[in-house]
């Protein structure tokens, strides 16, 4: 029969053929691995892993270990574990545990993915880690990342989901055409597509909610069986091994087919499969060609699910035909539960057989019915096999032809994937020349003429023909055009230092170009050894190079390139000096650095030159500079930082036309005069009632002329010192006055000290010799205190003890020595005795702390020992002097009340003396 496959779609751009080798070693089960490397497959061994299900490996394109893992330990090709192994948190009873994601655009870093089975928590919940994923860098043995990254596969409200995170299914599939894969998980009733690019593993994946809803009750065997991707990426088949609601039941799980999008990683169109049936089912995988379904399932309808009890008695093995409306038929059986399968690189089908040292093989997997040539035994291997097989990139088992660069006139690899090697390959190029029979899998072929070509290897391996086509864009060689270089003598020698890179647009303008620069053509044309630092490339070596010129695609032109000296034709004797003031970056005035504009210069040496010439004119540093064409100097501003004080600069004139040196030489010479030189504080803090404060620059090197400027521009003052009438941001210019007009500026930053705001003195007591005054300011800060000394002694605290009773003044100001404020308060008290006997002292008896100003609206009354009121003393008084109605009154103890202006009242006696 024919077959006709075409890709799933046409990459119109060349790839380097991968041989698809990176599934060509397995280690599994018990210490078992296999090679697939030759053209029979070889057990192996010195594996360090022993799984029950599942595991996962990776090798390079040439079919070499790279290392493999049961996601609880990874190991590396010398089988010893990995550095990093302990962060993993999978399970090898996991039935998809782990697989191995190549990292797109970082060759030798690959992301390990795993699956963790469940743990009972209670007799409700169980309890997994879900999906993760590590970074894992193979330069050298190889080390896996210490930190993982969790990924979210389920609801984080829901408790049940919470816990479990993920069924044990995983599998992953590339992009035909980009540099993307897709790793796919499923939990309850979603799949869970997340998206792997050059910039890491998207951890938002797309969510497909289609297929069979898992119960969650009894997840641990509801949660096993294999997905897998169909090699084309069209397809996704899921096993369910179980779909019990609860962990006492024993209810069939199912089978089922679904479509992927592999553009937009959304899986839909969901069809249970032997739906006529109740399955156990474990493992699927599909023919090479993705046409035929393979499954392992316990069936009740072939006896293997007994009515009752929760072992079943044995499994088969069915082929599902897709292509014949999903038909189905046994293709063997089994007396015990179903196990794993896997597709391997030489096309045939692997089925795990549990403690025993073969696998099943599907030998023709494509063909229909018992054509596909199931073995039972058809494999040995070294060690017994468990329950499951490795894991890999589904995309690695799919046939297709490649091509790496194709050139017009050049040789064109094309090359197919296909195993086992065929008879014979019938290769059509496409271009109307004949059909190439041969059994090479990797032929050339040259293009005479650019274009697009459909490329068809119609394959025969027995009486199987099959046809696979591949569109190849042949690509024009890049125009090369000789070319010549002019350079300058600048001493007069005969040699010179060329940039041979100057030459790329002569050659060839076009951008995205590669030029590399060869002594032969030989060299130029195999690529090999090119001219050591063609940036300064001196025409002693040679006068003729062979210039390589190679396109993204590898395609090249090869032409030639001729160095020519000349002598400069600018007078040795011409100069132009620049003058320029220090122009005081970091307020550094004195460091010989100017700016520069120099521009004009351009002109000045153009007309050394024929009018109407096509010359430009640029500006370098050093010769090296000059000859190689780099680090130009931009001449409307320029700071000669690598020579202060003066430099000179090397100018070359070049024809625009051919980039051809006419004139070449140090020809401009920079001077820096120095700017005034003066300090000047650049903050000053000084007190409100100091203003205007002078202020005027000190160190001054030599007479200047002065400007003192706010910060609107506005010119203050022209005198050297200068009265800051308030605080602000001033600017001190300095002018030399020996004709170069150089100015140097600096700044002064002005603030004032405001004065301390007294809100108030509290008093703690009444009445008491223990009295507290505390000084309440609007805001605190850098101030001191008195009490009733203006002139100090100050203290920094503003609370004050044992303050006697009286009217008294806090006194506060800046710790500089700023403006005083005062306060006046009162302590209230009152004296234990007066003697009124008009010798001026103690007579009269007045409460301490009201006067006049303080508390003037008080009332005071005084009694005598009986009670009866004696008088009223007025607060602005200066008390009472010991008599009633003119009488004074005999020695004795009299009383009194006190009502507060500020609402406090108190009561108490004092003795009147004779």
């Known amino acids: 029969m024919k077959r006709t496959l075409t890709l799933l779609m046409a990459c119109w751009f060349g790839l380097v053929c991968a041989q698809d080798r990176e599934a060509a070693i397995w280690h599994f089960g018990q210490f078992a691995g296999l090679d697939f490397n030759s053209l029979v497959p070889q057990s192996l061994v010195g594996s360090s892993m022993d799984t029950y299900e599942g595991s996962a490996t990776i090798a390079t394109e040439e079919g070499n270990l790279l290392f493999y893992t049961d996601s609880e330990v990874a190991y590396n090709r010398l089988h010893r574990r990995m550095p990093g192994s302990r962060a993993l948190s999978g399970s090898n009873f996991s039935t998809q545990s782990s ?32 999906l993760n994923f590590f970074e894992v860098n193979m330069t050298g043995p190889g080390t896996i990342s210490s930190r993982g990254a969790h990924l979210i596969t389920y609801d984080p409200d829901n408790r049940f989901e919470r816990a479990l995170k993920c069924s044990q299914k995983l599998t992953a599939i590339k992009d035909p ?82 479509d992927f999008d592999i553009l937009t990683g959304v899986i839909s169109n969901a069809q249970q499969l032997m739906d006529d049936d109740f399955v156990f089912a474990y493992g699927v995988e599909f023919s090479p060609d993705s046409k035929k379904l393979y499954a392992t399932v316990s069936s009740f309808n072939n006896g293997d699910v007994p009515p009752s009890g929760h072992d079943n008695d044995g499994s088969i093995l069915v082929q599902i035909d897709l292509e014949r409306n999903n038909d189905y038929q046994k293709i063997a059986e089994s007396p015990v ?43 040995p291997i070294g060690n017994s096999s468990w329950k499951g097989l490795p894991s890999f990139v589904q995309s690695y088992f799919q046939v297709r032809v490649e091509y790496e660069e194709a050139c017009v006139g050049d040789f064109t690899k094309l090359s ?78 005969g040699f010179s230092e060329f940039n041979l ?65 000349v002598s400069t034709a600018i007078p040795s004797d011409f100069n132009i000096e620049v003058t320029a003031c220090d122009d005081g970056v970091n307020d550094n005035y004195t460091d010989g650095v100017g700016t520069f504009e120099f521009s004009s210069a351009t002109n000045t040496i153009l007309a050394l030159f024929p009018p109407g010439s096509n010359f430009e004119v640029s500006y370098y540093a050093s010769a090296e500079d000059a000859l190689s064409e780099l680090e130009a100097i931009d001449p409307m501003r320029y700071r000669n930082v690598l ?34 030189i003066f300090d000047l504080d650049s903050n000053l803090e000084v007190c409100q009632n100091q203003l205007p404060y002078s202020i005027g620059p000190t160190k001054v090197q030599d007479v200047y002329t002065y400007e003192w400027i706010d910060v609107d521009g506005n010119v203050l003052s022209t005198n050297q010192t200068f009265g800051i009438p308030a605080e602000g941001t001033y600017t001190l210019k300095a002018t030399m006055t020996d004709g170069t007009g150089c100015e140097a500026f600096k700044t002064v930053e002005v603030t004032t000290i405001e004065p301390p705001e007294i809100l108030t003195v509290n008093v703690d007591g009444l009445v008491s010799l223990q009295t507290t005054a505390t000084v309440e300011l609007a805001e605190f800060g850098d101030f001191e205190f008195s009490v009733d000394a203006p002139f100090g002694p100050f203290q920094r605290s503003h609370v004050f003890e044992n303050v006697a009773p009286g009217i008294h003044k806090a006194y506060a100001r800046d710790i ?84 507060l202006e500020d609402g406090r009242s108190f009561k108490g006696h004092f003795t009147l003396k004779r």
């Open 501 to 565: 890179f100057e030459a790329s647009s002569l050659i060839n303008a076009t951008d995205g170009l590669t030029f590399s620069f060869h002594d032969s053509e030989r060299g130029a044309r195999g690529g090999s050894s090119p001219v050591a630092n063609p940036e300064t490339y001196s025409n002693a070596l040679g006068s003729q190079l062979f210039v390589r010129v190679e396109n993204e695609l590898g395609c090249f032109g090869v032409t030639t390139l001729d160095l020519s000296v």
């Open 416 to 493: 197919t994937n296909f195993l086992p090697d065929p008879d014979n390959i019938a290769w059509d190029f496409g271009d109307g020349s004949p059909v190439l029979n041969t059994i090479d899998k990797s032929p050339e072929h040259v293009y005479s003429v650019p274009g697009t070509y459909l490329v068809t290897a119609t394959i025969t391996k027995g009486a199987e023909v099959e046809s696979y086509t591949k569109e190849v864009e042949v690509t024009a060689l890049p125009l090369a055009n000789p070319a010549q270089l002019v350079q300058c003598d600048p001493d007069g020698d």
């Open 643 to 676: 020579s202060p004080g003066q430099q000179d600069l090397w100018v070359r004139v070049d024809s625009e036309d051919q980039n051809a040196c006419i004139g070449l030489g140090q020809h401009i010479t920079l001077v820096v005069d120095e700017g005034p």
């Open 99 to 130: 697989i191995i994601v190549p990292k797109p655009g970082f060759p030798n870093f690959y992301y390990l993915f795993i699956t963790d089975d469940y743990e009972t928590v209670d007799t409700i919940v169980w309890n997994g880690d879900g």
């Open 177 to 258: 055409c980009e540099d993307i894969y897709w790793v796919i998980a499923h939990f309850h009733d979603k799949f869970y597509a997340f998206k792997v690019d050059e910039n890491g593993v998207n951890e938002t994946p797309v969510v497909s909610q289609v297929g069979p809803l898992m119960h969650l009750g009894a997840y641990s065997g509801n949660a096993k069986g294999q997905i897998k991707m169909s090699p084309d990426g069209t397809k996704l088949a899921m096993a369910n091994f179980m779909n019990n609601v609860d962990p006492s039941g024993h209810s069939p799980g199912s089978l089922y087919l679904f």
């Open 337 to 379: 539960d179903p196990t794993a399968l896997q597709l391997a690189i030489d096309g045939k089908i692997y089925q795990a057989h549990v403690q025993r040292r073969h696998l099943g093989v599907i030998n023709n997997p494509k063909e229909l019915g018992a054509a596909c040539n199931y073995v039972e035994e058809g494999l």
């Open 816 to 899: 500089n020595g700023c403006e005083v404020v005062e306060f006046q308060f009162s302590v209230i008290g009152h004296p234990a005795f007066f003697t009124p006997n008009n010798d001026n002292v103690n007579d009269y008896w007045q409460i301490q702390g009201i006067s006049a100003d303080i508390q003037s609206g008080s009332i005071v009354y005084i009694f005598d020992r009986y009670g009866n009121f004696l008088a009223q003393v007025d607060p602005a008084s200066p008390g009472w002097d010991g008599s009633w109605n003119g009488q004074p009154l005999p020695a004795s103890d009299y009383w009194f009340s006190v009502s």
